[in-house]
């Protein structure tokens, strides 16, 4: 490769580096710690948290407009303001040169499109915040303090509870397994927890990780508490009243836990309860409310086998079938709310309704009016109930934030003293020469973290003692380059010459020491598990970049002293002159 080539070459491994750590550097260093806390929640509680701060807004305008207040709008409205002058140009209305809260209501036709407009720019902020933390390199719990978490699911207990009636134990034990997964995720989301890692592990086993600060009584009760599905009947006189007062006074409805905060607009004995469906990432979305019946019309203690199938008419359904006092209570529920309305309540959410055509007397339910996916949705709801899956907490640890601190402190020492040890050796011993390895390993280290960054690799203790040896290994690398062309001066070469010849001659050297190494890398990466994984990795990263950094990178210092510089000597040994 010729020098052009090789100069190129590095510059665009720099950008591309660049690009990938850009969110790395973006969060950790550019990102308020208040910022960073409110974009690590779940997405449930960044919605409600947006919705307030809209609300908040809302209120606000709405009082310095009764005010007649001149100043000009807080500067934080200006995505919406640009809304707001389309809206006027609509009108075919002057645009205000002075943007104050009365003028900036009058843009918009209700309280409530203001609302979603404020709201929507809160939200979209957070989640820019939290799609750059996604893309940043993460840190372990034994870094960032936290809590680990394995549960083990009883599915023998699962099994036995199904009485003999399961055809395809292999489907059963997915669906069995896919529905406690589905259910922790709901839980912890629910309660405003940092977004988890759940994954798992073997067949029945659970793996959780909570980042950050963690009260391990309040999360076990969260993870380990039984959800409660069950059949409410929806009040569709006070649904419709209700609604049309939340259209009118959207920002004075609720409070910021959606509790109401005037409980007689809605009949007693009945409540309000958000609708949700999945959205495009998987997470639950409320798509409006219903005020439904507070006494359950049946509990879902009662499901036993749930399918979906097309119904005559070819449209998706789901059939479900009650035990016998299960199918008593739903034949007089039936029998008493033909046309109307029942929902399916879990977790507090509305997950379907559906309305009563007819009497069901036999215990064999079928519902329909839905989309293929939307018929899996709530099969996979029902068996909720149906499938009664045993959790047992198998494992936890605690990692307190001060100890990730302190972790963080020594990882860190333990890099810059590596590297600042390697560095007085190199210039000591190999004097101008030395400049170009410094440079390669610093170059090197950044070359690490963007590989970490662009494949969301983890940063753990075992992962930094791997970034400490990957220097030891890019010293070997520069350590017999500079031997080799050390060999070719004392032949009287000249110096690009010996230049040439002894990165020529180190070429095999370095690849075989570094190929094994890396091969050994994945091994441990395919053999290992947890701690071991992380060292692996970034063990076989460190390695790839070693490598070139000393080809290359030093490479080019080297050509760029002598066709820039014009140097005819090489600082490299104190007894070479």
Not at 522 to 551: D, E, H, N, R
Not at 565 to 573: F, V
Request: hydrophobic share 45%; proline share 3%.
């Amino acid at each position: 490769m010729n020098k052009r080539s090789r100069f190129l070459l590095i510059l665009v491994v720099l950008a591309v580096c660049f690009v990938c750590l850009w969110p790395s550097v973006k969060w950790y260093f550019l990102t308020p710690k208040e910022d960073q806390s409110l974009a690590l929640g779940s997405r449930e509680k960044i919605r409600d948290y947006a919705h307030e701060l809209a609300a908040e807004d809302v209120r606000q305008l709405i009082s310095d407009a009764r005010a007649d207040t001149q100043e000009p709008v807080d500067a934080k409205f200006k995505p919406v303001i640009k809304v707001a002058k389309k809206n006027y140009k609509a009108m075919k209305k002057p645009v205000p040169s002075v943007w104050t809260a009365r003028a900036f209501l009058d843009a918009f036709p209700s309280e409530a499109d203001i609302l979603s407009y404020i709201e929507a720019d809160y939200r979209d902020r957070i989640l820019a915040l939290k799609r750059t933390q996604a893309n940043s390199v993460k840190l372990g719990l034994d870094l960032s303090g936290g809590m680990s978490i394995v549960i083990k699911a009883d599915l023998e207990a699962a099994v036995q509870s199904q009485g003999g009636t399961i055809t395809d134990m292999a489907a059963f034990k997915r669906d069995a397994m896919n529905q406690v997964m589905e259910t922790l995720t709901s839980r912890i989301d629910r309660f405003g927890l940092s977004e988890p890692v759940i994954r798992r592990q073997g067949e029945d086993r659970i793996y959780i990780e909570i980042p950050g600060a963690a009260d391990s009584d309040r999360i076990n009760s969260i993870i380990m508490g039984k959800g409660i599905l069950a059949f409410h009947m929806v009040d569709n006189d006070a649904t419709n009243q209700f609604l049309q007062y939340y259209a009118q006074f959207p920002t004075s409805t609720f409070d910021s836990e959606y509790n109401l905060l005037n409980p007689d607009i809605i009949p007693s004995g009945t409540q309000v309860m958000g609708y949700y469906v999945k959205d495009s990432y998987g997470i639950d979305e409320r798509r409006g409310f219903l005020v439904i019946k507070s006494e359950p019309g049946l509990e879902g203690k009662h499901i036993k086998n749930v399918e979906t199938h097309s119904d005559r008419y070819g449209q998706p359904a789901v059939t479900f079938s009650l035990d016998s006092e299960g199918a008593q209570i739903f034949a007089d529920l039936t029998a008493n709310n033909v046309g109307e309305t029942l929902a399916i309540v879990s977790e507090d959410k509305i997950k379907s309704y559906a309305s009563i055509r007819q009497a069901i007397p036999n215990g064999q339910v079928e519902i329909s009016g839905f989309s293929a996916e939307e018929a899996e949705n709530i099969k996979a709801v029902l068996r909720t109930a149906s499938i009664n899956v045993p959790l047992e907490l198998e494992s936890q640890q605690v990692i307190g934030a001060s100890m990730g601190d302190q972790a963080i402190r020594q990882a860190l020492w333990s890099l810059i003293f590596g590297l600042a040890a390697v560095f007085v050796f190199l210039l000591i011993y190999y004097k101008g020469a030395g400049i170009n390895a410094c440079v390669a390993q610093i170059l090197n280290m950044y070359i690490v973290f963007s590989i970490l960054s662009a494949f969301n690799l983890t940063l753990t203790l075992p992962s930094v003692a791997g970034m400490i040896l990957t220097i030891g290994m890019a010293v070997d690398a520069n350590v017999v380059i500079f031997e080799r062309i050390k060999d070719e001066l004392k032949l009287k070469k000249g110096r690009e010459a010996a230049i040439n010849a002894g990165f020529s001659h180190a070429f095999w050297a370095i690849m075989d020491s570094n190929i094994t190494t890396f091969i050994a890398a994945i091994f441990l990466s395919i053999l290992g598990s947890g701690p071991v994984k992380g060292f692996a990795y970034t063990l076989a990263i460190g390695v790839a970049s070693s490598v070139f950094t000393a080809l290359f990178v030093s490479r080019l210092l080297f050509d760029f002293n002598t066709d820039v510089l014009k140097k005819k000597t090489i600082s490299i040994s104190w007894r070479i002159k």
